[in-house]
């Protein structure tokens, strides 16, 4: 699940209540609301289904996390090798009685 995924499920569940809320306060203000515990009932059980999704999308988030959390630690290995890779370089150009390029050799891509 991507960022806008993410959002867009937050979305979800923001319209769900705001519409089990306004829905609950037209049938209390149009004159028919069923019962005073049937009008709660309802907007009880539209905030137990935004609690769920955004628990749902908590876990989801949490696993995002998680991945990006081990990618990060998998480029940072790479990183490291880069400059090994980068340090032995220097050292055989330098054994070799040549100087080495100094500063930080800029990528085209």
């Known amino acids: ?3 806008s995924n993410a959002l867009s ?6 319209a769900t209540v705001t519409v ?7 049938m209390y ?12 009932a309802m907007l009880n059980d539209g905030f137990n289904k935004l609690i769920t999704d955004l628990q749902d999308e908590r876990n989801q988030l949490r696993e995002i996390i998680k991945q990006q ?3 990060i630690t998998l480029l940072e290995g790479d990183v490291r090798n ?3 890779a980068n340090d032995s370089l220097k050292h055989f150009i330098e054994a070799h009685g040549l100087t080495p390029p100094r500063g930080r050799i800029r990528s085209s891509y």
């Not at 499920?9 to 923001?14: I, K, N, P, R």
């Not at 089990?20 to 037209?26: L, P, Q, R, V």
């Not at 203000?29 to 709660?40: E, I, L």
């Open 69 to 71: 959390g081990e990618h």
């Open 20 to 26: 089990t809320i306004i829905s609950g306060a037209f």
């Open 1 to 3: 699940m991507d960022t």
């Open 29 to 40: 203000f149009a004159g028919r609301p069923k019962a005073r515990a049937d009008v709660q």
């Open 82 to 84: 880069l400059q090994q």
């Open 9 to 14: 499920s937050l979305g979800t569940a923001v």
